[in-house]
Structures are given as structure tokens and as C-alpha cells.
């Protein structure tokens, strides 16, 4: 059993900036990869950015290209999701979630944190 909780989510302006961490925590060792996705109201939830366990590849969506940086620290288990340049559009709940097996940007993803709001005012 993997459990993951997000924490970082807030109310910021258009332009600013956020870090939401994702710790992951039980028996993760044989797990592939740590993804971000978002959802917003009246949508779907949607692919972020994504990193393999080991940090040797990170993936992201092109709505965050340049503005999100996914990294990983193994040895705290977590992750983080540097948001920059943050837009009206990034509002939304990010989750976090992990899996056993590629690929990276697509689910099924095996377990799911919470997630935890963020809201990005103009």
C-alpha cells in the first residue's frame, strides 16, 4: 500500500509563484513514476508533468512547458511541482499520484493523494 499526500496549494495572483510538494509514503520502492495532474471545474482532469522515480525523466504538458519544473528528492520520498509565471487557466485541484509502470504522462496511475487547490486570481 502507497500512500501520497500533496500539500503547497494557496491563492496567489496572475504572474506568481507556488511550490506544491507531494510526499509518498509505504512501499514505493518498485514504483515508476510521481505525476501531477489538474482539474478544474467542468473539466477533465488533465496530464501536468510527471518524473520517474530514479529523476532521470521528466515530462510535461505543453499548457506548462516552460513555466513548470517537476523534481524529486528520493531520499524524503516527495516531489515537487514548481509552478512560475502562474496564469488565471492553472486554477484548478492538483493531484498527485504514482505508478508502477510506463508510460509517465498517461494514467491508470496506481495511487492518489487529495489533492490541493490551487487558485490563481487576475
Known amino acids: 500500500q502507497v500512500q501520497v499526500v500533496e500539500s503547497g496549494g494557496g491563492l496567489v495572483q496572475a504572474g506568481a509563484s507556488l511550490r506544491l510538494s507531494c510526499a509518498a509514503s509505504g512501499r514505493t520502492f518498485n514504483y515508476y513514476a510521481m505525476g501531477w495532474f489538474r482539474q478544474a471545474p467542468g473539466l477533465e482532469r488533465e496530464f501536468v508533468a510527471a518524473i520517474t522515480w530514479n529523476g532521470g525523466s521528466a515530462y510535461y504538458a505543453d499548457s506548462v512547458k516552460g513555466r513548470f519544473t517537476i523534481s524529486i528528492d528520493n531520499a524524503k520520498n516527495t516531489v515537487y511541482l514548481q509552478m512560475n509565471s502562474l496564469k488565471p487557466e492553472d486554477t484548478a485541484v492538483y493531484y498527485c499520484?504514482?505508478?508502477?509502470?510506463?508510460?509517465?504522462?498517461?494514467?491508470?496511475?496506481?495511487?492518489w493523494g487529495q489533492g490541493t487547490q490551487v487558485t490563481v486570481s487576475s
Open positions: 499520484a504514482t505508478k508502477r509502470s510506463p508510460p509517465a504522462r498517461a494514467t491508470p496511475y496506481d495511487y
